[in-house]
């Protein structure tokens, strides 16, 4: 049962890469990722068939995916963040105070 908690949890953190290279446009790196999800969910879909009225299983795999939803979009949530505060610091100054700063000496 905790194995599938687990299955779940990364599979949604899976699931949210996905959604990250789709959304840049990374054509190989949504194939591979793709490819990585759909042999997870044959392994999930296949252990849940074959015990199908074994509702713990369910919960525990629904409750890893809900967590795995959660911490992967506070990650990237975080990461954007500092990213676009990063930016803010490299951004190149204008020719206006290059100008400035040259004659300011």
Do not use: H
Request: overall charge positive; hydrophobic content about 50%; some cysteine.
């Amino acid at each position: 049962m905790l194995s599938f908690f687990f299955i779940g949890f990364v599979e949604m953190i899976i699931c949210t890469i996905w959604t990250k290279v789709v959304n840049k446009s990374q054509v190989w790196a949504s194939g591979a990722v793709t490819l990585i999800e759909i042999v997870v969910w044959y392994f999930v879909i296949e252990a849940i068939i074959s015990d199908i009225n074994n509702w713990s299983i369910i919960l525990a795999y629904a409750f890893g995916c809900a967590l795995g939803t959660m911490c992967s979009t506070y990650y990237f949530q975080i990461m954007e963040k500092v990213e676009r505060r990063l930016k803010r610091y490299k951004r190149k100054p204008s020719w206006k105070k290059i100008i400035l700063n040259v004659f300011s000496w």
